[in-house]
């Protein structure tokens, strides 16, 4: 697919971060493009920036959609079809995520439940929704979001991520078990794996939210999310790097330097991988370090058990 124009793309997760700039910059490519998110506001504002870009003819329509909710990713695969007068969709990018359920120990089980579902339940539920009309394109690309924690199961010292990184190893199984059944049987769809490392989006507010917790009581804590949303690459960098990557046939984009850099470290050294000082060592000549600090504040005070 070397180009978007002409197409109809399918983005989940798409009222904010990565989602939202997918969706912007599908459009500005003249990509239509449906847009769904649990958040009703949020995905409604996105479809109506990404119109006011979008060059004439571009359609694109926003839906509300819990992805851990099968039948709701089949009502926003109806609204699609109804909504773009289409039989089938070009792309579809299965990029909703939250995290949450740190400790399979300490976190509650609905916690880390929650986090799963949202996070490979609804990669799951929207490969088995939109395989059969990314087949009926002739010409799809299905795109995964993983993370860099879908390759290393931590956020450092004390610091564990059990649902979410468990969730992101799932769907970095799933998708590179995809390659191989989709080349043998439905040659006219590929798959593309998704791993971000720190990306400026909202996903701690938006998880705060998502699980139903109250908003900061204190400015520390603001000022944590303002810090994680400002040190990382920006959305609108990282769905550029995701999009260049679907346009030149990839089916592993890595997204940022820091994770380029730990994907080669862990992939180099993986006793070493949860060997603090070992990895620090390994990764001492980069900025790793220093690009994920406030991601690993945001979590620790986000969930800290």
């Known amino acids: 697919m070397d180009e978007f124009a002409g197409k109809l793309a399918a983005v989940t ?5 990565m989602g939202r700039e997918l969706v912007r910059q599908l459009a500005v490519h003249g990509c239509s493009v449906a847009a769904c998110d649990w958040n009703a506001g949020a995905v409604a504002d996105t479809a109506a920036k ?3 870009t979008a060059p004439d003819g571009v359609r694109v329509s926003s839906h509300v959609c819990d992805v851990s909710d099968e039948g709701q990713v089949q009502r926003f695969r109806d609204e699609l079809l109804r909504e773009h007068a289409a ?9 909703a995520g939250i995290g949450g359920g740190a400790s399979f120990l300490e976190s509650s089980r609905e916690e880390w439940e929650r986090t799963f579902a ?3 339940w609804g990669t799951y539920y929207c490969a088995r929704t939109f395989l059969p009309l990314l087949i009926a394109s002739g010409d799809g690309v299905l795109v995964n979001t993983s993370s860099v924690n879908g390759f290393w199961a931590s956020l450092g010292p004390h610091m564990p991520n059990s649902a979410y990184a468990t969730a992101k190893f799932a769907i970095k199984g799933f998708t590179e078990a995809l390659i191989e059944d989709l080349r043998t049987n439905a040659p ?17 507010a938006n998880t705060r939210r998502a699980h139903g917790m109250p908003e900061p009581e204190n ?3 603001e000022r ?29 984009i890595l997204v940022g330097h820091d994770a380029k850099v730990l994907d080669a470290v862990v992939r180099a050294r993986p006793e070493a991988a949860y ?19 406030s991601w690993f504040d945001a979590i620790r005070s986000l969930f800290p058990s």
């Open 13 to 17: 997760g798409g009222g904010s971060g």
């Open 50 to 52: 990404a119109r006011a």
């Open 87 to 95: 039989d089938h969709v070009d792309l579809v990018f299965s990029n």
């Open 118 to 120: 949202v996070n490979w």
């Open 188 to 204: 006219q769809v590929r798959v593309a794996l998704v791993m971000p490392g720190h990306v400026g989006t909202d996903i701690i």
């Open 219 to 221: 400015t520390s804590a």
């Open 224 to 252: 944590i999310e303002t810090a994680f949303r400002e040190k990382g690459l920006t959305s609108a960098a990282a769905a550029t790097i995701i999009l260049d990557g679907v346009r030149s046939g990839s089916w592993r």
């Open 275 to 293: 060997d603090y000082a070992k990895l620090a060592m390994a990764a001492a000549k980069t900025a790793v370090e220093d690009r994920a600090s």
